[in-house]
């Protein structure tokens, strides 16, 4: 495992909730990943138990989590280390209330 999968692994194992996305909570730079933030805070995630990675700073992580998934874009949605997609599939999620059970643990 190269030093990024390593780095990506981490974070996606030792944080609650996790977003890679581009730019951050409070100022997303893409339309996707400002969908998904939105989606989350209906789900009444609280920001601070979200961790957000922006893939816009680093290369070899923007590149490195579509290896990791094996999911060809970004916004990519962990929680409790488990990968659940992108915006299309958190709003599929939302909408049918499953995202709102993954979240809280009762999925």
């Known amino acids: 495992m190269s030093d990024t999968q390593t780095q990506i692994d981490q974070l996606v194992k030792n944080h609650e909730i996790v977003l890679f996305m581009k730019g951050s909570a409070s100022f997303p730079m893409c339309g996707f990943s400002g969908r998904a933030i939105q989606i989350l805070k209906a789900c009444g995630v609280d920001p601070r138990q979200l961790t957000t990675v922006n893939v816009l700073e680093d290369d070899a992580i923007r590149q490195g989590i579509k290896d990791y998934s094996n999911w060809p874009t970004i916004p990519q949605l962990y929680v409790r280390g488990e990968f659940i997609g992108g915006s299309d599939i958190m709003m599929e999620m ?9 979240i809280s643990g009762q999925a």
Do not use: N, R, T
């Not at 939302?94 to 993954?102: F, I, R, T």
């Open 94 to 102: 939302y909408q049918s209330g499953e995202l709102q059970q993954v």
